[in-house]
């Protein structure tokens, strides 16, 4: 997969792990590094597909997780 960002630091340890605070945390680092609509979009769809091993999965491929 050929992002058109470069892929943001978000860091998630000693974070909230509630679902929705990681997937509003990784759509905002997104957004502010440039990914275009239809990638957060993607993510947002791909993210919410499974459980929540499948959403951390997913935030792996969109952004670097520290």
């Given amino acids: 997969m050929k992002l058109s960002y470069n892929k943001p630091i978000v860091t998630l340890v000693g974070k909230d792990g509630n679902a929705f605070t990681i997937l509003a ?3 905002q ?3 502010r590094a440039g ?4 990638e957060i979009e993607s993510f947002i ?11 951390l999965s997913t935030c792996f491929k969109y952004v670097d997780v520290n």
């Fill in 45 to 55: 769809s791909e993210a919410t597909a499974g459980d929540y091993d499948n959403l």
């Fill in 35 to 38: 990914a275009k609509e239809e």
């Fill in 29 to 31: 680092a997104m957004h």
């Fill in 25 to 27: 945390n990784v759509r």
